[in-house]
């Protein structure tokens, strides 16, 4: 439960803005009276107008800072627009009258004699009682006006600027929902891969010792690398290409020459950025579901080149005859796990801008990803 105590709001703290714009409207309507007084050239009862203009300025001032107090109260209590609408509808009308009030209580005692003369210059039949009412009620009308002014004025600018916050929040939140998802589909490291790599450095210790030790470096340089490259968004080119060495000396030495890879990259391209794993993940897709599965296994082809202000990473392997094998490489296939990823985070990244596309022909299933050509800085 709120207690009152939480809604209070100093009546003269405000920020440095609002103190500008709220002195700035006093005093140039202030300075509009002025003008109008020597324009129009009034010489009767000046000082009765200076007067009144001034006690009358002094309360519009509190006045202002009350309307926007109860205002930033109705904020805290979260009440709804047309309930706020309702309450500086009766707030324009109390600071109204206490502004009317203020500035009469002053002035009549001083200048009754001098505001009855003023008004009979234009109407000499009218009684002193009517010139009274018609004074307040004209004042009141006035000050009804400029309170009416000043809190769509001041509505108008904390509701923009409160939409404009809400803007940017949602916009913040949006891009923490996107690193979160983007962390989360860059640390989907295939187990299927990790178990095959450690049972093959397990067997390899007996055989060949050194050949092991530098199997569990690769292991544990594209596991680091996995880690790490997972905080960013995009890495260069030339890393992927250096860990997706590591993968494949690995993964040559559980086909050995069941696997025939070919590879080429444009020159030029080694500090483009691109996700993270992406390379690897498209290889690990095109062994998993294509070589590993062919009992003399195959060929996978991998190009990289420049065409215009894009980058395309095509990856060809052999395919058994197999209706199966081309649905589990598709992206909306049960087994297609690592295209889907590679996918989502290209949307994520690069919206319409990027696409993964897939297609088979010639025995061959073929994925290419396109992305802007996005040189590091």
């Known amino acids: 439960m709120q207690t009152q105590a939480s809604h209070s709001v100093p009546l003269f703290t405000a920020s440095r803005s609002f103190w500008v714009c709220h002195i700035g409207g006093v005093l140039l309507q202030f300075s509009f009276a002025l003008v109008l007084w020597f324009v129009f050239g009034f010489k009767e009862g000046f000082s009765v107008s200076m007067l009144g203009n001034t006690l009358w300025l002094c309360a519009f001032f509190i006045g202002g800072l009350y309307v926007r107090q109860r205002n930033i109260v109705y904020r805290r209590l979260d009440l709804p627009n047309s309930t706020i609408i309702v309450k500086n509808v009766g707030l324009v009308l109390a600071v109204s009258v206490m502004a009317v009030a203020f500035m009469c209580v002053i002035m009549l005692p001083i200048h009754y004699d001098e505001i009855i003369r003023l008004q009979r210059l234009q109407a000499p039949s009218q009684s002193p009682e009517h010139i009274i009412w018609a004074f307040l009620f004209g004042n009141f009308v006035q000050s009804t006006l400029y309170f009416v002014c000043w809190v769509a004025v001041y509505l108008g600018i904390t509701n923009s600027r409160r939409a404009h916050q809400t803007r940017i929040d949602n916009l913040q939140l949006q891009n923490s929902l996107k690193e979160a998802r983007l962390s989360s589909l860059a640390n989907q490291l295939n187990p299927h891969f990790l178990f095959n790599a450690l049972n093959n450095i397990r067997f390899m210790i007996t055989e060949d010792a050194k050949q092991a030790e530098n199997m569990l470096m690769s292991l544990s340089a594209v596991l680091r690398y996995s880690l790490e490259s997972s905080k960013q968004e995009t890495v260069m080119l030339s890393q992927e290409l250096d860990i997706t060495q590591r993968y494949l000396d690995l993964v040559k030495i559980q086909f050995e020459d069941r696997l025939r890879l070919s590879m080429r990259v444009d020159d030029g391209l080694q500090s483009v950025m691109v996700p993270p794993m992406m390379l690897q993940m498209l290889l690990e897709n095109a062994v998993k579901h294509g070589i590993e599965r062919m009992q003399f296994g195959g060929d996978v082809d991998v190009s990289i080149v420049k065409e215009s202000d894009m980058m395309k990473v095509s990856v060809s392997n052999s395919m058994p005859d ?39 022909n010639d025995h061959k299933f073929h994925t290419r990803v396109v992305v802007p050509l996005e040189q590091a800085q």
């Open 322 to 360: 197999s209706p199966s094998v081309s649905a589990a490489n598709d992206t909306n296939g049960e087994s297609g796990i690592g295209l889907r990823n590679i996918d989502q985070r290209l949307q994520l990244l690069y919206g319409p801008a990027a696409g993964l596309y897939t297609d088979v």
